[in-house]
């Protein structure tokens, strides 16, 4: 048997594992014990990975073949690489040459890996000269990129998750951490244990397990959550609990959120979050201390906040207006302070490094700055790169949708599922002329839509690099060689480059490393400079944060000890940007408020999960989850089916009484697809999954659909 040193495939976590191996089969899998992120621990879907490879499943599941349609809705058949890559050059040329180059997209994946990631943005940006490049981290990280860069001045989270080793205060903010981040939740049930002052505040409308965990729990109505930041800061103002020193020596723009946050009273803040005013009084005391009731003998304070915060059509202010918080009390650059994102995907962080959304360049570089578009061209050794910006996620399908986008590429992700407002992807993806799609997986709702089906390698199979939440990059190994004929996603790139632009010298590498090397160089001097690591340091000393420069022996646990920020004056901003309402409120003909979230032992569409009985014994099938009384009140039984129905869509599925859920709101779980969760879309057509139902409307700084909110209505079936 073989061990294989490597990274679970799933959260932003980034537990490494150990993949055992026997010839070209992966056997089992345990967790690391060197690894920083979890000493040796996995939860139920990282100790289960091996058996998501088995032969039996593998046989089920996986694409490993090249295939094509011939024509839309007909079966595909086998066809070789050669041709299958001549093809799409083919129509790709095809339409770069009639319609321009914005006439083709690429929609990618926060689960490729950085080297992945950076030869799709090569290929986008520099080959093509389109900025059409944009990812699924769209719906899952870029209203945190925004706050970031509003406020600290760079995409760079602050802590790590040591800090839960030093806070007296732990703020989780939209996220049932204990489901989406479970090994970091047991970290912080450990932390607990070891310090019982320790407080627990966690802010989420559903009474999670998480919120059940905590010493006080803030359940605010979905959409609240930039008043009940303002209304806590008015507080800290009032009780003078906000570090004044701090807000002078180290930032700017404070009178601005100071005259915003001034009628932000608590009873009013209460009364439109749904709050009781001595639970904000006390949610703002422990926040601002670090839960030692002292202003003088500041505690530390660490937030916590994943997709509650993000997928919303005002996400760049939620992210912000938590961050003001930290900058106020001056909760942030010490042991167990600051602001933490968690990553929803493993390498959403990855793909921000190399700049793989449609407004990014390489190493945190902005596409609007004249001077960064002229660097990435020299270190490209290409004359420019296009000034127009890219379309981001939802508009690049919305682009398709109405004849604008011609050929679609898609890797790695699964858009006819988990993109917002399924009815309009559905067009995009009928109406597009040209669609490949690059997949480990033949079994996912996206591959009925492709005129070409490339295979790819997957986890077990694959060489490369992964930046998790706390910027720790490890390395990703093959334990087994690729199945079939699948090819590494880089690979196929390359591959595909070459056939696109024959002659062309931007495409030299040969292994997963040459691209990692040419990113590393591209962090030059950047706020996430790399310069001081290698394949080689990786393999020696194990997995490293970042900034790790040249002549450092390893990266920063933590930034901004200094109280210096990566903007032009060296000071944080605060951001006085005013709460906005849902983009759907719910009213009287759809009076829920339907939120969605994730499962403890589900991933995503379920492609890989899906494939295992044991990971459907927490939960069996899709329900709707309501409360109690909405169940009286509607004479509905446990069980019985009933349709939940928004502007865009209607799904059948059973009604379950929840404690967890709050009067008026309904929860529906985001996994799951076509075989368990069937519907209807408002102009009749066939959709699938809780994104029947979701809005497309977006945060105007950030871009990412309101994924968490939309107003439906429930009836019985
Ligand atoms: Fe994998 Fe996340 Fe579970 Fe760790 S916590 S084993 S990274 S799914």
């Given at each position: 048997m073989t061990d294989t040193r490597s990274t679970c495939p799933y959260c932003g976590v980034g537990c490494g594992v150990l993949i055992e191996s026997e010839g070209d089969r992966i056997?089992?899998?345990?967790?690391?014990?060197?690894?920083?992120?979890?000493?040796?621990?996995?939860?139920?879907?990282?100790q289960t990975l091996h058996l998501t490879a088995a032969p039996h499943v593998a046989r089920q599941t996986r694409l490993l073949h090249p295939q094509v349609r011939a024509a839309r809705g007909a079966a595909p058949q086998r066809t070789t690489w050669d041709e299958a890559l001549d093809l799409a050059a083919r129509r790709f040329n095809g339409a770069i040459a009639t319609h321009g180059p914005d006439a083709v997209g690429f929609y990618i994946s926060g689960q490729l890996l950085t080297e992945d990631y950076y030869a799709f943005n090569k290929l986008a940006k520099g080959l093509i000269g389109t900025n059409n490049i944009d990812t699924n981290s769209r719906l899952c990280m870029s209203s945190a990129v925004a706050g970031y860069k509003l406020t600290l001045g760079a995409d760079a989270p602050p802590a790590c998750y040591e800090d839960l080793d030093h806070a007296g205060c732990v703020f989780i903010a939209g996220s049932n951490t204990a489901y989406a981040h479970p090994v970091l939740f047991r970290r912080l049930e450990d932390a607990r244990r070891a310090r019982p002052g320790m407080k627990l505040i966690v802010a989420d409308p559903r009474r999670t397990d998480t919120a059940e965990a905590a010493d006080l729990h803030l359940p605010l109505q979905p959409g609240s959550d930039t008043l009940l930041f303002h209304g806590l800061l008015h507080l800290m103002l009032r009780e003078g609990w906000t570090d004044t020193a701090y807000i002078a020596a180290h930032t700017r723009g404070f009178e601005a959120l100071e005259a915003l946050v001034r009628d932000c009273t608590p009873a009013r803040v209460a009364q439109a979050c749904g709050l009781e005013v001595h639970d904000l009084v006390t949610a703002a005391r422990w926040f601002a201390t670090g839960a030692s009731g002292d202003p003088k003998a500041r505690g530390a304070t660490l937030s916590l906040y994943c997709q509650g915060l993000n997928q919303s059509s005002s996400g760049t202010a939620k992210n912000a207006g938590l961050i003001n918080l930290h900058l106020a009390t001056g909760q942030i650059g010490r042991p167990g302070a600051g602001p933490f994102s968690l990553t929803g995907q493993p390498n959403a962080m990855g793909g921000r490094e190399v700049g793989g959304l449609a407004n990014l360049l390489s190493a945190h570089r902005d596409l609007a700055d004249p001077a960064h578009r002229a660097e990435v061209a020299a270190l490209w050794g290409i004359p420019s790169v296009p000034e127009k910006p890219g379309l981001s996620a939802v508009e690049l399908f919305e682009a398709a949708a109405d004849g604008t986008v011609k050929a679609l590429w898609i890797a790695c992700t699964n858009p006819a599922q988990s993109m917002p407002d399924q009815r309009t992807v559905r067009r995009a993806l009928q109406r597009a002329?040209?669609?490949?799609?690059?997949?480990?997986?033949?079994?996912?709702?996206?591959?009925?839509?492709?005129?070409?089906?490339?295979?790819?390698?997957?986890?077990?199979?694959?060489?490369?690099?992964?930046?998790?939440?706390?910027?720790?990059?490890?390395?990703?190994?093959?334990?087994?060689?690729?199945?079939?004929?699948a090819r590494h996603d880089w690979r196929i790139v390359v591959d595909f480059a070459r056939r696109l632009r024959p002659g062309h010298a931007l495409f030299p590498h040969e292994t997963p490393e040459a691209l990692w090397r040419e990113h590393r160089e591209s962090t030059r001097g950047r706020d996430l400079d790399i310069t001081g690591l290698s394949y080689a340091k990786l393999d020696r000393d194990g997995p490293q944060q970042w900034p790790l420069r040249e002549g450092d022996t390893q990266g920063k646990a933590r930034l901004y000890g200094d109280g210096v920020f990566p903007t032009p004056d060296g000071r944080a901003r605060f951001a006085a940007l005013p709460h906005r309402p849902l983009a759907e409120p719910r009213e009287p003909r759809y009076p829920?408020?339907?939120?969605?979230?994730?499962?403890?032992?589900?991933?995503?569409?379920?492609?890989?999960?899906?494939?295992?009985?044991?990971?459907?014994?927490?939960?069996?099938?899709?329900?709707?989850?309501?409360?109690?009384?909405?169940?009286?009140?509607?004479?509905?039984?446990?069980?019985?089916?009933?349709?939940?129905?928004?502007?865009?869509?209607?799904?059948?599925?059973p009604a379950q009484a929840s404690g967890q859920v709050a009067p008026a709101q309904a929860f529906i779980a985001m996994h799951w697809g076509p075989e368990y969760l069937g519907g209807r879309g408002s102009g009749g057509e066939p959709l699938a999954g809780v994104n029947a139902l979701t809005t497309s409307a977006r945060c105007p700084g950030s871009q990412q659909p309101e994924l968490k909110h939309a107003a439906v209505k429930v009836l019985k079936a």
């Open positions: 056997t089992g899998v345990r967790g690391d014990p060197e690894h920083p992120a979890n000493a040796g621990r996995l939860c139920s879907k990282g002329e040209f669609v490949v799609l690059q997949e480990a997986f033949a079994t996912t709702a996206t591959a009925g839509f492709a005129d070409l089906l490339l295979p790819a390698t997957t986890w077990g199979e694959k060489d490369g690099t992964v930046t998790n939440s706390e910027r720790r990059i490890s390395r990703v190994r093959a334990a087994v060689p690729p199945p079939g004929e829920f408020s339907l939120t969605t979230g994730r499962l403890r032992d589900q991933w995503h569409g379920m492609g890989r999960t899906g494939t295992l009985g044991r990971l459907f014994g927490h939960v069996a099938e899709p329900a709707v989850q309501l409360n109690a009384g909405d169940m009286q009140r509607l004479a509905l039984r446990d069980g019985e089916l009933v349709h939940v129905t928004s502007r865009r869509g209607s799904l059948v599925l």
